[in-house]
C-alpha cells in the first residue's frame, strides 16, 4: 500500500549489497539488514499477540498484521513484514506460546517489502516454505518488483526468497486440521493473493476467515490503470474486487490493519477476549465496496473526468 520509496535503479543497488553481503566479523546477519529505515517505524510498532479465533492469532505489529495459525500439526504465517522486524516477531510468536520450529508454511499475500522483506529470513529461521502466487514468486525470488507493478518506481528491493512453491488460485493448503485455499487477488499487485479458511474454536463456533490481500489502487504516479495497455488489468481488479465482496466472511484481517477498523477490533479483542470483537459478516463486502469507489474514481482522474 505503499506510493514511497527510492528509484527502482537505486533499489536494484540496494538488493545486490544484500544478496552479496555475508557476515561480518560483528555477526551481522545479511537476511536481516534493514529496508526502507526511513519508513520502518510505521511497520515496526510492537503489539503483544491476541488470539482472534480459535487457533487463529495476531503476532504483528500495530500497523502490520501478521497471522499465525495453530493446525494442531504446526504452524502457518501469513505475512512477514520487515527484516529487521524478524527477531521482534519471533519473540512474539514465542509469546503466544508457539516455537519458529514449528512453523511449516508462510504464506505471501503480495511481494511489496513491507510484507515481504523479512520472508527470506524468516524461512530461514523457521525452515518452513514459503507458499506464493506464479507472478509474486518471480518477485520474490528477484527480491524486486518489475515495471509491471503500479508501484514500481517507489519499491524497495530486498534479500530473495529461495524457499519457495507456487500455488494456483483456489488451491487449497492443507496442514494439520486447516484447510487454506488461495484466491488469486491481483489489482494491487499482479501477484497478489487473499487466503481463506475455517477457524473452530474450543466451543465447535466454526466461522469463515479471510486475510484479504490489499485492494488499494495507489501508483507511483507514472503507471496508469486508465492507459489502454493496461485494460486487462482494470478487468483483473474488477473480478478481484468482485471476488473479495462475494467470499464467505465472518472475520477479515488485512495485511494493514486500518484497512478493516483492526485497531478498534483489537483493543475490543483485548478487552474482553470473549466477545468476538473481530466478527463481522458484511465485512468483506464494506471493504470490497469501499475500495471499488476508490478504483473507479482512480480511473476516472485518471482519464480527465471529474473524480
Not at 514449528?102 to 524461512?123: N, R, T
Not at 507456487?166 to 484466491?183: F, M, P, Q, S, Y
Not at 477490533?265 to 483485548?270: C, I, N, T
Request: hydrophobic share 40%; aromatic share 6%; proline share 7%.
Amino acid at each position: 500500500m505503499k506510493n514511497w520509496g527510492i528509484p527502482i535503479g537505486a533499489a536494484l543497488i540496494g538488493m545486490m549489497s544484500v544478496v552479496m553481503a555475508t557476515p561480518t566479523a560483528g555477526g551481522e546477519d545479511p537476511l536481516l539488514r534493514p529496508v526502507a529505515p526511513d519508513l520502518a517505524p510505521l511497520w515496526l510498532e510492537r503489539q503483544t499477540p491476541v488470539r482472534v479465533h480459535g487457533g487463529t492469532w495476531l503476532v504483528g505489529f500495530t500497523h502490520l498484521n501478521i497471522v499465525l495459525i495453530d493446525s494442531g500439526a504446526g504452524l502457518i504465517l501469513i505475512d512477514a513484514g520487515l527484516p529487521q522486524g524478524v527477531p521482534l516477531l519471533e519473540k512474539t510468536i514465542e509469546e503466544a506460546g508457539f516455537h519458529m520450529r514449528d512453523v511449516k508454511l508462510i504464506l505471501s499475500s503480495e511481494p511489496h517489502y513491507d510484507h515481504a522483506s523479512g520472508l527470506a529470513a524468516l524461512a530461514r529461521d523457521s525452515g518452513a516454505t514459503v507458499l506464493a502466487s506464479a507472478s509474486a514468486a518471480a518477485v520474490l525470488r528477484a527480491g524486486h518488483s518489475g515495471m509491471e507493478d503500479p508501484q514500481r518506481t517507489t519499491l524497495f528491493a530486498y534479500p530473495p526468497v529461495k524457499r519457495l512453491r507456487v500455488v494456483r488460485d483456489g488451491e487449497i493448503i492443507k496442514l494439520g486440521n486447516v484447510r487454506i485455499t488461495a484466491r488469486a487477488s491481483p489489482g494491487h499487485t499482479p501477484g497478489s493473493m487473499s487466503w481463506t479458511w475455517t477457524s473452530c474454536d474450543a466451543r465447535q463456533d466454526c466461522v469463515s476467515m479471510v486475510f484479504a490481500a490489499s485492494l488499494n489502487s495507489l501508483t507511483d504516479g507514472q503507471y496508469r490503470y486508465a492507459d489502454p495497455a493496461h485494460r486487462a488489468v482494470v478487468q483483473r481488479f474488477r473480478r478481484t474486487l468482485a471476488m473479495i465482496r462475494a467470499l464467505p466472511c465472518d472475520i477479515l484481517i488485512t495485511g494493514h490493519p486500518e484497512h478493516s477498523d483492526g485497531a478498534a477490533k483489537r483493543d475490543r479483542q483485548v478487552a474482553a477476549p470473549d466477545n468476538d470483537a473481530y466478527r463481522n459478516p458484511g465485512t468483506c463486502r464494506m471493504l470490497a465496496d469501499r475500495y471499488e469507489a476508490a478504483f473507479e474514481a482512480r480511473l476516472a482522474q485518471e482519464a480527465g473526468k471529474a473524480p
